[in-house]
């Protein structure tokens, strides 16, 4: 999932300066924020079931996983920090989140949206113990108007 990533994001810009339809960008750009949410929880799911759980006062020194952010080259393989490595996680979701918008946020999506980004930003600020934002992103989906149930 996430070599599969890397390389749409390696070739995405090329892709990019060809297109001149604007409608053709505005869905190349969604598609990018799904892509950077797709690598944000691929990456989120392996530092939980192969790291330790996260201590803010010392994530530093812990190992967290093997960060690719390019599928071309030989890179070599180190694992990074765990600070590091939700930090990239992070990075990752603050994309996402930019380039998804809320109209296509509904209950049954089959596909990334941004409010599947606010949850799985939510999930990972809950692991890194960083309460304030987990609030900030929950609330973002609690009051959202696509998942508003009427009694």
């Known amino acids: 999932m996430i070599a599969r990533c890397n390389f749409y994001l390696d070739q995405v810009e090329a892709l990019r ?6 409608d053709q960008i505005t869905y190349l750009d969604y598609y990018t924020g799904e892509v950077y949410c797709a690598r944000a929880n691929a990456y989120a799911e392996l530092i939980k079931c192969f790291c330790e759980a996260y201590d803010p006062d010392a994530a ?3 190992m967290g996983v093997a960060l690719d952010s390019t599928y071309f080259g030989a890179k070599p393989q180190k694992r990074s920090t765990l600070k590091q490595s939700f930090d990239f996680v992070i990075r990752d979701l603050k994309k996402a989140e930019e380039l998804l918008d809320e109209e296509n946020d509904w209950y049954s999506a089959v596909y990334f949206t941004q409010a599947a980004a ?13 309460w304030d934002a987990a609030i900030e992103h929950s609330t973002k989906l609690i009051e959202s108007p696509a998942f508003v149930t009427s009694s």
């Open 17 to 22: 300066e060809s297109i001149t339809d604007d």
């Open 118 to 130: 606010h949850a799985i930003h939510a999930r990972v600020a809950l692991y890194m113990q960083d």
């Open 60 to 62: 530093v020194p812990q």
